[in-house]
Nanobody, 114 residues
Framework: EVQLVESGGGLVQPGGSLRLSCAAS????????MSWVRQAPGKGLEWVSG????????SYADSVKGRFTINRDNAKNTMYLQMNNLTPDDTAVYYC???????WGQGTQVTVSS
């Protein structure tokens, strides 16, 4: 059974940082590209970042470019999202997913507020 479990969310002040993790199991993690997607309150889903199976190629939404960094550790079956210089506009539930599939985690809440 495919499982994706996000962690690392929380409440942070503007300008702060968080690192999200996505622990994967039930499939060959190293064979799949992965993505982070978020949903802000009252808004639709927004793709945030993606990474290829080997970790050597990454991409970002313009809204997070230069502030967020995606990476993965295939030995640990885990993907990460380092988020720096957070703003209130980053407040959302963050989901990890297997790219090109309908497998999602349960999400982790990130709230940026003073």
């Amino acid at each position: 059974e495919v499982q994706l479990v996000e962690s690392g969310g929380g409440l942070v002040q503007p300008g702060g940082s968080l690192r999200l993790s996505c622990a994967a199991s039930g499939f060959t993690f190293s064979s799949y590209a992965m993505s982070w997607v978020r949903q802000a309150p009252g808004k639709g889903l927004e793709w945030v970042s993606g990474i290829n199976s080997g970790g050597g190629s990454t991409s970002y939404a313009d809204s997070v470019k230069g502030r967020f960094t995606i990476n993965r550790d295939n030995a640990k079956n885990t993907m990460y999202l380092q988020m720096n210089n957070l703003t209130p506009d980053d407040t959302a539930v963050y989901y990890c997913k297997i790219a090109g599939t309908n497998y999602w985690g349960q999400g982790t809440q990130v709230t940026v507020s003073s």
